[in-house]
Protein backbone atom coordinates (compact mmCIF):
# COMPACT_ATOMS: atom_id res chain seq x y z
CA UNK A 1 0.00 0.00 0.00
CA UNK A 2 1.29 3.15 -1.01
CA UNK A 3 1.83 5.89 1.55
CA UNK A 4 1.60 9.94 1.95
CA UNK A 5 3.58 10.83 -1.42
CA UNK A 6 4.63 14.66 -1.95
CA UNK A 7 5.30 16.46 -4.80
CA UNK A 8 7.75 18.20 -5.64
CA UNK A 9 10.37 17.08 -3.07
CA UNK A 10 12.39 20.16 -4.24
CA UNK A 11 11.53 23.34 -5.32
CA UNK A 12 13.53 26.91 -5.60
CA UNK A 13 11.76 29.55 -6.64
CA UNK A 14 12.05 33.36 -6.85
CA UNK A 15 10.42 35.62 -3.95
CA UNK A 16 7.31 36.77 -5.56
CA UNK A 17 6.84 33.65 -7.39
CA UNK A 18 4.21 30.95 -7.22
CA UNK A 19 4.41 26.98 -5.56
CA UNK A 20 1.96 24.68 -5.76
CA UNK A 21 2.69 21.40 -3.81
CA UNK A 22 0.59 18.30 -4.27
CA UNK A 23 0.00 15.56 -1.61
CA UNK A 24 -1.50 12.44 -2.33
CA UNK A 25 -2.48 10.83 1.04
CA UNK A 26 -2.69 6.96 1.98
CA UNK A 27 -6.26 5.70 -0.05
CA UNK A 28 -8.91 6.24 2.22
CA UNK A 29 -7.89 8.77 4.56
CA UNK A 30 -10.96 11.15 5.23
CA UNK A 31 -8.42 13.57 7.36
CA UNK A 32 -5.68 15.51 5.29
CA UNK A 33 -3.12 17.71 7.37
CA UNK A 34 -0.43 19.85 6.39
CA UNK A 35 2.59 20.98 8.71
CA UNK A 36 5.68 22.78 8.07
CA UNK A 37 9.26 23.35 9.44
CA UNK A 38 11.04 26.45 8.99
CA UNK A 39 14.44 26.69 9.37
CA UNK A 40 15.47 26.01 13.16
CA UNK A 41 12.19 26.33 14.39
CA UNK A 42 9.77 23.56 15.47
CA UNK A 43 7.13 21.53 13.26
CA UNK A 44 4.07 23.66 13.00
CA UNK A 45 0.69 22.69 12.16
CA UNK A 46 -0.99 24.63 9.41
CA UNK A 47 -4.13 23.05 8.78
CA UNK A 48 -6.51 20.02 8.84
CA UNK A 49 -9.16 18.44 6.46
CA UNK A 50 -11.62 16.37 7.06
CA UNK A 51 -12.45 15.05 3.15
CA UNK A 52 -13.28 18.08 0.92
CA UNK A 53 -13.89 20.38 4.37
CA UNK A 54 -10.90 22.69 6.03
CA UNK A 55 -11.89 21.15 9.77
CA UNK A 56 -9.11 23.71 11.05
CA UNK A 57 -7.22 26.27 9.60
CA UNK A 58 -5.70 27.86 12.84
CA UNK A 59 -1.94 27.07 11.78
CA UNK A 60 -2.23 29.10 8.41
CA UNK A 61 0.62 31.82 8.52
CA UNK A 62 -0.92 34.71 6.11
CA UNK A 63 -3.57 34.87 3.30
CA UNK A 64 -0.58 34.04 1.05
CA UNK A 65 -1.00 30.23 1.85
CA UNK A 66 -4.08 28.65 0.08
CA UNK A 67 -4.93 24.85 1.23
CA UNK A 68 -7.49 23.39 -1.15
CA UNK A 69 -8.98 19.37 -1.16
CA UNK A 70 -11.30 19.36 -3.70
CA UNK A 71 -13.30 15.83 -4.03
CA UNK A 72 -11.72 14.65 -0.56
CA UNK A 73 -8.92 13.09 -2.57
CA UNK A 74 -5.61 14.78 -3.18
CA UNK A 75 -4.50 17.98 -1.74
CA UNK A 76 -2.84 21.46 -3.65
CA UNK A 77 -0.93 24.10 -1.09
CA UNK A 78 -0.10 26.90 -3.24
CA UNK A 79 2.05 30.24 -1.97
CA UNK A 80 1.60 33.09 -3.87
CA UNK A 81 3.71 35.37 -3.64
CA UNK A 82 6.30 33.26 -2.03
CA UNK A 83 8.49 35.13 0.29
CA UNK A 84 11.70 34.58 1.90
CA UNK A 85 10.56 33.22 4.82
CA UNK A 86 8.50 30.75 2.99
CA UNK A 87 11.27 28.87 2.89
CA UNK A 88 11.21 24.92 4.89
CA UNK A 89 9.88 21.71 4.44
CA UNK A 90 5.89 21.46 4.15
CA UNK A 91 5.26 18.00 5.27
CA UNK A 92 1.55 16.19 4.82
CA UNK A 93 0.17 13.64 6.73
CA UNK A 94 -3.06 11.48 6.60
CA UNK A 95 -5.03 9.70 8.71
CA UNK A 96 -8.18 7.44 8.82
CA UNK A 97 -11.37 8.84 10.20
CA UNK A 98 -11.61 6.48 13.64
CA UNK A 99 -12.96 6.43 16.65
CA UNK A 100 -10.28 6.00 18.66
CA UNK A 101 -6.37 6.24 18.72
CA UNK A 102 -5.93 6.85 14.74
CA UNK A 103 -2.45 7.02 13.82
CA UNK A 104 -1.22 9.90 12.08
CA UNK A 105 1.30 8.73 8.71
CA UNK A 106 3.39 11.42 7.35
CA UNK A 107 4.94 11.67 3.41
CA UNK A 108 8.69 13.01 3.23
CA UNK A 109 8.05 16.39 2.77
CA UNK A 110 8.04 18.96 -0.50
CA UNK A 111 11.47 20.90 0.61
CA UNK A 112 10.98 24.68 -0.32
CA UNK A 113 13.66 27.50 -1.00
CA UNK A 114 12.89 31.03 -1.87
CA UNK A 115 15.33 33.00 -3.16
CA UNK B 1 -3.81 18.60 24.30
CA UNK B 2 -2.19 17.98 27.51
CA UNK B 3 1.88 19.48 27.21
CA UNK B 4 4.88 17.33 27.21
CA UNK B 5 8.35 17.85 28.24
CA UNK B 6 11.43 15.56 27.03
CA UNK B 7 15.05 16.30 27.61
CA UNK B 8 16.32 18.05 24.62
CA UNK B 9 19.09 15.41 24.22
CA UNK B 10 20.37 12.05 25.12
CA UNK B 11 23.06 9.12 23.86
CA UNK B 12 23.46 5.71 23.68
CA UNK B 13 26.14 3.08 22.63
CA UNK B 14 24.92 0.85 20.05
CA UNK B 15 23.34 -2.42 20.79
CA UNK B 16 22.16 -1.18 24.14
CA UNK B 17 18.64 -0.04 25.08
CA UNK B 18 17.45 3.17 24.86
CA UNK B 19 15.34 4.78 27.21
CA UNK B 20 13.58 8.36 26.30
CA UNK B 21 11.55 9.40 29.44
CA UNK B 22 8.57 12.08 28.99
CA UNK B 23 6.50 13.80 30.94
CA UNK B 24 2.95 14.68 30.64
CA UNK B 25 1.39 15.79 34.30
CA UNK B 26 -1.72 17.44 32.82
CA UNK B 27 -2.60 14.43 30.53
CA UNK B 28 -6.73 13.48 30.37
CA UNK B 29 -8.31 10.56 30.59
CA UNK B 30 -8.95 10.21 27.04
CA UNK B 31 -5.87 11.22 25.72
CA UNK B 32 -3.31 9.00 24.56
CA UNK B 33 0.44 9.37 24.03
CA UNK B 34 2.05 8.75 20.91
CA UNK B 35 5.81 8.73 20.05
CA UNK B 36 7.13 9.58 16.24
CA UNK B 37 10.73 10.01 15.15
CA UNK B 38 12.44 12.34 12.51
CA UNK B 39 15.31 10.76 10.99
CA UNK B 40 17.81 13.43 9.55
CA UNK B 41 14.87 15.61 7.74
CA UNK B 42 12.71 12.96 6.34
CA UNK B 43 8.72 13.17 7.31
CA UNK B 44 8.01 11.91 11.02
CA UNK B 45 7.76 8.61 11.61
CA UNK B 46 5.53 7.07 13.89
CA UNK B 47 6.76 4.77 16.77
CA UNK B 48 4.01 3.80 19.18
CA UNK B 49 1.01 4.72 21.53
CA UNK B 50 -1.03 4.01 24.01
CA UNK B 51 -3.83 5.04 26.47
CA UNK B 52 -2.51 3.14 29.76
CA UNK B 53 -1.27 -0.14 28.86
CA UNK B 54 2.06 -0.55 28.30
CA UNK B 55 2.44 -1.52 24.48
CA UNK B 56 4.73 -2.93 22.10
CA UNK B 57 5.21 -3.44 18.92
CA UNK B 58 8.05 -4.47 16.35
CA UNK B 59 10.19 -1.03 16.65
CA UNK B 60 9.86 -0.37 20.21
CA UNK B 61 8.32 -0.38 23.98
CA UNK B 62 5.65 2.44 25.38
CA UNK B 63 5.80 1.94 29.53
CA UNK B 64 2.88 4.19 30.69
CA UNK B 65 3.18 5.25 34.82
CA UNK B 66 0.17 3.66 36.30
CA UNK B 67 -0.93 7.55 37.03
CA UNK B 68 -0.08 8.27 33.52
CA UNK B 69 1.60 11.30 34.19
CA UNK B 70 5.35 10.24 32.23
CA UNK B 71 6.10 7.14 29.98
CA UNK B 72 9.20 5.73 28.80
CA UNK B 73 9.76 5.11 24.93
CA UNK B 74 12.36 1.78 25.12
CA UNK B 75 14.44 0.87 21.91
CA UNK B 76 15.42 -2.25 22.92
CA UNK B 77 18.38 -2.46 21.15
CA UNK B 78 19.49 0.86 19.45
CA UNK B 79 21.52 1.06 16.14
CA UNK B 80 23.46 3.78 14.43
CA UNK B 81 20.13 4.51 12.30
CA UNK B 82 17.94 4.73 15.05
CA UNK B 83 19.68 8.51 15.87
CA UNK B 84 16.76 10.67 15.40
CA UNK B 85 14.73 13.32 16.96
CA UNK B 86 11.95 11.42 19.06
CA UNK B 87 8.66 13.38 19.83
CA UNK B 88 6.01 12.43 22.81
CA UNK B 89 3.18 13.98 21.58
CA UNK B 90 -0.40 13.62 24.05
CA UNK B 91 -3.79 13.86 22.20
CA UNK B 92 -7.15 13.42 22.08
CA UNK B 93 -8.32 10.81 20.11
CA UNK B 94 -11.53 10.45 18.68
CA UNK B 95 -12.73 10.88 15.41
CA UNK B 96 -9.55 12.12 14.40
CA UNK B 97 -10.27 15.72 14.56
CA UNK B 98 -7.09 16.47 16.14
CA UNK B 99 -4.06 17.05 14.81
CA UNK B 100 -0.24 16.84 16.37
CA UNK B 101 1.10 19.19 18.35
CA UNK B 102 4.81 18.84 17.99
CA UNK B 103 7.27 20.31 20.51
CA UNK B 104 11.34 20.22 20.60
CA UNK B 105 11.45 16.60 21.34
CA UNK B 106 14.32 14.55 22.32
CA UNK B 107 17.78 14.75 19.99
CA UNK B 108 19.17 10.72 20.53
CA UNK B 109 22.23 10.21 19.54
CA UNK B 110 23.37 6.67 18.89
CA UNK B 111 27.22 6.12 19.55
CA UNK B 112 29.20 3.10 18.12
Known amino acids: EAGVTQFPSHSVIEKGQTVTLRCDPISGHDNLYWYRRVMGKEIKFLLH????????ESGMPNNRFLAERTGGTYSTLKVQPAELEDSGVYFC?????????????FGEGSWLTVV | DAKTTQPPSMDCAEGRAANLPCNHS???????VYWYRQIHSQGPQYIIH???NNETNEMASLIITEDRKSSTLILPHATLRDTAVYYC?????????????FGSGTRLQVQP
Open chain 1, 49 to 56: FVKESKQD
Open chain 2, 89 to 101: IVRVAGTGRRALT
Open chain 1, 93 to 105: ASSLQGRSGNTIY
Open chain 2, 50 to 52: GLK
Open chain 2, 26 to 32: TISGNEY
